[in-house]
């Protein structure tokens, strides 16, 4: 059975930084590009960072995070990481990871900017 857990969100003011962790398990997660996504209530899940399972592949972030955001992975680990800096109001979110959405999304992590 293939499960994320996403751990790392909180409250942090605007400026600061969170780093998310997701730890995969039930499927060989170093065959899979992974993805960060994020939602908002009321609005669609986007993805906003995606890190290919080739070493060579540029790793792609959605606009909105370009130059704040930074996905890595740790294939020993099973493990997909999202360093956030610079966190502004909008990136409020609950923050979940999946492998191109084909797997059963977990709970997430509630990410807060706020002053």
């Known amino acids: 059975q293939v499960r994320f857990v996403e751990s790392g969100g909180g409250l942090v003011q605007p400026g600061g930084s969170l780093t998310l962790s997701c730890t995969t398990s039930g499927f060989e997660f170093r065959l899979y590009t992974m993805n960060w996504y994020r939602q908002i209530p009321g609005k669609e899940r986007e993805m906003i960072a995606q890190?290919?399972?080739?070493?060579?592949?540029?790793?792609v972030y959605d606009d909105s995070v370009k130059g704040r955001f930074t996905i890595s992975r740790d294939n020993d680990k099973n493990t997909v990481y999202l360093q956030m800096n610079n966190l502004k109001i909008e990136d409020t979110a609950i923050y979940y990871c999946?492998?191109?959405?084909?797997?059963?999304w977990g709970q997430g992590t509630q990410v807060t900017v706020s002053s």
């Open positions: 890190i290919s399972r080739h070493i060579s592949h540029p790793n």
């Open positions: 999946n492998a191109e959405r084909r797997f059963t």
